[in-house]
């Protein structure tokens, strides 16, 4: 495969699986964090913290990428304070992409393990409980096995929804091959110029296929969720 | 000795629970809604009461003024919920070990739980390949395995049908005899309470009504808490004396003196209930002479008040015997009262057509019986 590609081409690829893979497995602890706040807790500002949460969702990219710029910028707040605390800076190299995929995958993952931890009966983790196991313990033995088809699913639709971010990685990081030149941003570069159409198809086809493989593989695993039987549905606390 | 003293948010009414018992398994008897799961709950830690204490043999589980509050893997409180909750993911052998792979040790093994329950064909099976019975059995298993103190069980036949409840009765009669574990069992149905309890706490709107011995409280209820199979009768204990095969018969002892019933399995020695109806009693001054009625027994009498819903003008009245501790209710005209000169301290002789075996006798005898029936009397 990677001799049909040059060794640009090959760099975005090899770019657009770190970044994306980056992106999803830092923030799948925050996104399950996140689930089981929305899925198993009731407090003030849940409506507002669950809109938030979407927010990558529904503004469009640019303008999502250009306020991780205010915010993540040498002069931003949150990226002046990475920068005197830890020497990090995002912008301009590829852990910003990381950070834009990241924002980008983070609803959808959030989503696809609320999902699956509404499934569960909250009531086994009250009988691990009883049965000597901590609430760490409990959900560790009983609640993630049970939700851990909904986990991968998060995690290919992530992986799927970060391999294809665009507007806010070139807004946020620019388009710097081998840096921050992803799959979607070699694309529109080779589309960009004339004569280069034909590598672009190549990637096309390349990125179709990793979504699509992406996708059948979420919906075999969503088959085997957990499905909450009708008996427990009829419990009520008498 | 489990002690209860707590109040707790509940609904309309809110919870104020304070009983104590030391019988080995209490029932929590009341009608849907009136807090029986919400105090297993606080007991098993499951849900925090605003104030009082819990005690199981001497030891606090929660105590709001000292500061104590045990969480619920700290409790060694078996616990079984209506709806059996077992891990799906896990098989059953998994499952029943859960508690054991804790650190929790019940006073008894695998081995003899598994014996005990008959689990051994399930063993290696998921959740999901097991009938509403045997998941019920497997939930049991697995909470008597993790408990090292007590162990409650929510209603565990209340999401079976009439039939598999049969099935599962004789197993948790089983697990009383043979292990001896302090249990609370919470229910609704007064079958299961006279086949499975010693002690019972009835329970109505939040509030304990009245706690004590089985018999004491049943024979204290009005009947419409009691449901439908008090209505104008009494409850006895009674210890399995020794079958009379050649006449189809089981002799039973009450206190010293006999009473025969039609055959039931059970073998001598054990104990079981017997309800007999205030109509199906006759009283008799000195020796009544010879009469089919072979069921006799004597007792005193306690009080002489009219029955439920009628005046003390109405034509019929109930004597409410004491037969050496246990009670008996016969239902008289109040032309024989004043005839018999019956009264209060009075020593009768009560002659009883018909008795029904309540409790104890094994299900296949009783798998087409959903509640009490009468068994045809011998006169």
């Known amino acids: 495969m990677t001799g049909l590609l040059t060794p640009w081409e090959a760099a975005a690829l090899w770019l657009s699986l770190k970044v994306a893979l980056t992106a999803v497995f830092a923030v799948l602890p925050l996104a399950l964090g996140c689930a089981w706040l929305f899925a198993r807790r009731d407090f003030p500002g849940k409506p507002l913290l669950a809109g938030l949460v979407q927010m990558p969702l529904v503004l469009p990219p640019v303008v999502f990428g250009y306020a991780l710029l205010l915010l993540f910028g040498r002069q931003g707040p949150l990226g002046g304070l990475l920068y005197d605390l830890f020497g990090v800076t995002l912008i301009f190299n590829w852990k910003g992409a990381a950070l834009a995929a990241a924002a980008m995958a983070f609803p959808l993952m959030v989503r696809s393990m609320q999902l699956a931890l509404e499934a569960v009966d909250p009531d086994l983790e009250n009988a691990a409980r009883t049965l000597g196991a901590t609430p760490p313990a409990a959900f560790v033995t009983v609640t993630l096995p049970l939700i851990a088809p909904g986990v991968l699913t998060a995690l290919i639709l992530g992986f799927a929804r970060a391999l294809g971010e665009f507007g806010a990685t070139i807004t946020f990081v620019s388009n710097i091959p081998g840096e921050t030149q992803t799959l979607p941003l070699a694309i529109y570069s080779l589309a960009q110029t004339p004569g280069m159409e034909g590598g672009a198809l190549l990637l096309v086809i390349l990125s179709v296929a990793v979504a699509l493989a992406a996708t059948l593989l979420s919906e075999a695993l969503a088959r085997r969720l957990p499905v909450r039987s009708g008996a427990d549905r009829r419990r009520a606390l008498r | ?379």
């Not at chain 2, 097991?130 to 999401?159: C, K, M, N």
């Not at chain 2, 205030?278 to 006799?296: F, H, K, Q, Y």
């Not at chain 2, 306690?302 to 019929?316: A, F, V």
């Not at chain 2, 009264?343 to 009490?372: C, N």
């Open chain 2, 1 to 379: 000795m489990i002690e209860v003293d707590i109040t707790a948010r509940l609904g309309a009414f809110g919870l104020e629970a304070a009983f104590s018992v030391t019988e080995t398994t209490t029932a929590l008897f009341g009608p849907s809604g009136c807090g029986k799961t919400s105090l297993v709950r606080a007991i098993a830690g499951l849900q925090r009461p605003r104030a009082g204490h819990i005690r199981v043999n001497g030891v606090p589980l929660f105590d709001a003024a000292r500061g104590i509050d045990l969480p619920p893997e700290k409790r060694g409180i078996g616990y079984v919920f209506q709806e059996s909750l077992l891990f799906p993911h896990l098989d059953v052998r998994a499952n029943l070990l859960y508690g054991r792979r804790r650190g929790r040790a019940a006073p008894f093994g695998l081995a003899e739980v598994v014996r005990l329950l008959e689990l051994e064909p399930l063993l290696d099976r998921r959740p999901e390949r097991l009938s509403g019975g045997e998941r019920q059995r497997v939930a049991i298993g697995r909470a008597l395995l993790a408990a090292t103190r007590l162990l409650l069980l929510d209603e565990p036949l209340s999401s079976l049908d009439a039939r598999r409840k049969q099935e599962i009765l004789p197993f948790l009669e089983r697990v009383r005899d043979d292990l001896r574990i302090p249990a609370i069992y919470v229910s609704h149905a007064m079958d299961e309470v006279l086949r499975l309890a010693d002690a019972m706490v009835v329970m109505d709107q939040g509030r304990v009504v009245r706690a004590g011995r089985v018999e004491d409280v049943v024979n204290q209820l009005e009947p419409p808490a009691a449901g439908s199979w008090r209505r104008g009768g009494a409850v006895l204990r009674a210890v399995v004396a020794g079958h009379h095969r050649e006449w189809g018969l089981t002799g039973l002892r009450v206190g010293s003196q006999e009473l025969s019933v039609p055959a039931i399995g059970s073998p001598p020695g054990s104990w079981l209930r017997v309800r007999i109806r205030a109509r199906d009693v006759i009283l008799c001054m000195g020796d009544p002479g010879p009469v089919s009625t072979r069921n006799r027994l004597r007792g005193s009498i306690l009080s002489i008040r009219p029955p439920e819903g009628q005046g003390p003008d109405g034509p019929e009245m109930d004597v409410l015997l004491d037969v050496e501790g246990g009670r008996l209710r016969a239902r008289v005209t109040r032309q024989s009262v004043a005839d018999l000169a019956l009264r209060p301290g009075l020593s009768v002789l009560a002659l009883i057509k018909a008795a029904a075996v309540e409790p104890g006798a094994p299900a296949k005898e009783h798998a087409d019986r959903t509640g009490p029936a009468p068994v045809p009397g011998k006169g």
